[in-house]
């Protein structure tokens, strides 16, 4: 193979690499202490095998109709909404029953964005996503909690 000595080796094309600080990670919320703190309105929408559309959302009084309203604080875990849930919704009850969490906020341009951001088992107490909070999970008040029950 005459001339591959010759030959200039070039860098292969790939990411670009990353320049600056490392990025920063979430700071733990601080704890809050319920009987002095306030709880704010959740408002969860449930449905069982998927997720709400987020076309469902863009006419404000016209959300979807399975909303069930819960007084709770940003360091509720997944798992006290999981029991809250079952309560009021029958299928979530089931013992293989997975619980599906999105939260549902309006993007820069005002349309509304379904982002999944955890899931639990109905009776798996420790699995799953059952520890996280919301405040862990980047919740803001004023958020829709989207509830897929399958």
């Known amino acids: 193979m005459a001339g591959m000595g010759e030959m200039s080796m070039r860098p292969r094309p790939g990411p670009p690499m990353h320049r600056g ?13 319920r009987e ?3 709880p704010l309105l959740l408002r969860v929408f449930t449905k069982v095998g998927g997720h709400h559309l987020n076309e469902e959302f863009s006419e404000r009084g016209k959300e979807p109709k399975d909303e069930v309203q819960i007084y709770t604080w940003k360091d509720a875990t997944l798992r006290e909404l999981t029991d809250l849930v ?6 979530a009850r089931k013992r293989n029953a997975r619980l599906s969490f999105a939260f549902v906020y309006p993007d820069k341009n005002g349309r509304f964005v379904v982002k999944q951001v955890g899931s639990t088992f109905s009776y798996g107490h420790g699995r799953g996503d059952d520890a996280k909070s919301l405040g862990d999970l980047g919740f ?7 509830v897929s029950i399958m």
Do not use: F, H, N, W
């Open 36 to 38: 002095k703190t306030c």
């Open 21 to 33: 600080p490392p990025p920063m990670a979430r700071p733990r919320p601080e704890p809050i202490d």
């Open 140 to 146: 803001q008040i004023g958020d829709y909690l989207s």
């Open 86 to 91: 079952k309560e009021v919704a029958l299928p």
